[in-house]
RNA sequence: GGCGUCUUGGCCGAGUGGCUAGGCAGUGGUCUGCAAAACCAUCUACAGCGGUUCGAAUCCGCUAGACGCCUCCA
């Protein structure tokens, strides 16, 4: 018996429009594509929401017992900068500005890409693989494509003969649009382009002299389309047609409904069972941009070090803040929302670290089996983390309310409540635990802390207050609280 | 211009045709030598207008606004 068959999830499919009950392929394993960075610049703190979205579905799925494969691209294929057949390629340009090689760009943002995700505390995919490790997979699926007559080959490049698929297949049934508006909204080009159309899309590139990444192929040396990546790698790792593809939602126009077109038109049928797709990430209600000044990066969250927000935060704060909004929803990255976060954050955390400590009765005053029923149907209802975090405050209410000995609980039920708690957080949602001042790796300050506690209680027993409230004011300009408890005194340092 | 998503209390952010979301802030209280911290309790909602319905913040229409996509950015 695994827990996935006890508790059923449904997901958002961008296809339907609806939720739908989860169903895989292959009872008990799921395949997963999400559509990972292009590796020219630092990940994009938008982008890095998207993963953690997709990280917390891997995580879900895993806990339920199923066997997951997740297969997370990286584009390190430069690609042009336009879909208008012109233009210049990303990682070269910025090679060039740089003056470095192409895969120097790559390879420094690869390595940017994985440190920060690493500080969020990701789970790696199953398998990373790379645009350029498969450029033979890109070629054959070219080939197939050309031969069921979706594609046409000119001057050494082939494109994607939208208006002819069109004839026999649905262009446009993930972003729902069709192609008659799209043919009446498109802007004249300035014919310099091989199309036949302007919905085509390339999927082979003739490399122009001073092109760096190329690529041998029947038509030319050139570089793959940028569509054709994902459908390449998705289809190598999990087959012609899998369970579940993801992505940021600015990426279901034009890059997903070409990557459904591009298989169905080379495999002759439709990948993906389960379409989902993760909403934008706003800063003070505007899209970010870097020219507005309007931005942050990732690493910047930590050190603090950006006009946008006021106090360094840790991962696992910014974390917390992102996972309290539905993955489908906009979310507004703010100070003060991220401020919030950090109180609700720490209140969470200092509750698990009662859980220890907790006084066992003979029976339970609380009803343990439905409320950890609730966190499930928060997460089968299309992953809502929002609401499992509602669910996870109301367990701190319960872990508060046994402190102070207004409810009771069990032996049998504190286990699993302490499982459960520890599931949802740290295995499902991926927060890591705050550091406590007991666990502080600074054992010079900590000890150095304890003395002036000790001084300082002294001082209050001898009811000398003008010392004691020295040693506690001074501190406190030095950044480090005193928290007087039932126990004694803690403090934490900021 | 086209397509799509959205508009919830001081702020963030869920959800639903009739039943308290939650967090932060505020207010009251417990604790404290006083505070802080912690804990307990609690106030303020569903953009506007019209319609469907016994009943809508929840469904439909219109208006206004926001955001996204339509140039590959997640």
Known sequence: MHLYQEQPIKIYNS?????????????????????????????HLGNVRTFMSFDMVFRYLKHLGYKVRYVRNITDAGHLENDADEGEDRIAK?????????????????VDFHNILNKFNFLPPSIEPTATGHII???????DILQNGFAYEINGSVYFDVVKFNESHDYG??????LEDMIHNTRELDGQSDKRNPQD???????????????????????????????????????EHFDIHGGGMDLKFPHHECEIAQNEAAKGQSPVNY??????????????????????????????????????????VARFFMLQAHYR???????????????????????????????????????????????????????????LIANLFEGVKYINQIKEGNESI????????????????????????????????????????????????????????????????ELTSLGIQLKDGKEGTTFSTN
């Not at 910025?94 to 943002?109: D, G, T």
């Open 94 to 110: 910025k090679a060039r500005l740089e003056s470095i090689e192409p895969m120097e760009v790559v390879q420094r943002y690869t």
């Open 410 to 473: 069990s032996q049998e039920d504190l286990n699993s409540f302490k499982n459960t708690i520890h599931t949802f957080v740290f295995d499902v949602l991926g927060l890591l635990p705050s550091q406590s001042s007991s666990d502080n790796s600074d054992d010079k300050l900590t000890g150095t802390v304890e003395l002036l506690i000790k001084l300082r209680q002294e001082a209050r027993a001898n009811k000398n207050f003008a010392l004691s409230d020295q040693i506690r004011d």
């Open 137 to 143: 997979e890109q070629i054959e699926l070219i080939k």
């Open 15 to 43: 296809l339907s429009g609806e939720k739908e009950l989860f169903k895989p392929i292959n009872d008990g394993y799921v395949g997963m594509y999400v559509c990972g960075p292009t590796v020219y610049s630092n990940v």
């Open 329 to 387: 929803s906009v979310l507004d990255f703010t100070n003060d929302g991220l401020l919030a976060s950090e109180k609700g954050f720490n209140r969470l955390m200092e509750a698990i670290n009662h859980l220890d400590h907790l006084p066992v009765s003979t029976t339970s005053s609380i009803d343990l089996p439905s409320w950890i029923q609730k966190c499930y149907d928060a997460m089968n209802d299309d992953f809502n983390s929002p609401i």
């Open 201 to 239: 899309f390339a999927l082979w590139k003739k490399a122009e002299p001073q092109h760096i990444m190329r690529w041998p192929s029947p038509w030319s040396d050139g570089f793959p389309g940028w569509h054709l990546e994902c459908t390449a790698m998705s289809t190598k790792y999990l087959g």
């Open 275 to 316: 379409w989902m797709h993760a909403n934008m990430l706003i800063m003070n209600g505007k899209k970010m941009a870097k020219s507005t000044g309007n931005f942050i990066l990732p690493n910047e969250i930590f050190t603090g070090d950006n006009a946008n927000i006021t106090k360094a935060f840790s991962p696992s």
């Open 173 to 178: 049934k993930l972003s729902k649009r069709n």
